[in-house]
């Protein structure tokens, strides 16, 4: 897994950071992604800028008991090793 930070662009960055949460939500939602939201996100201080950046998405999914074993936790798509991987920021 590639854990080098991907950088964005500065014109893409200043772009990003006009665009409205309701622009943002028909875009995914055209893109079919229905599910896709933050519930009660606010700026932690009003004159702060608009945030804008690469995520790193990480669905847990707790491991079943009976499939929870030390192999399966080396094993390169387990939930440790994407934790393990996740870049900087």
Known sequence: MNTEPL???ASVVETLATVTTATLTTVLL???LRNVWLRGAKPLRPDQPRL????F???FVPAREDLATP???SSPISTRAAIEAMPPG
């Open 57 to 59: 998405t990480l669905r």
């Open 71 to 73: 192999e399966s936790w």
């Open 7 to 9: 950088s964005l662009d």
């Open 52 to 55: 804008v950046g690469r995520a």
């Open 30 to 32: 055209k893109k079919g």
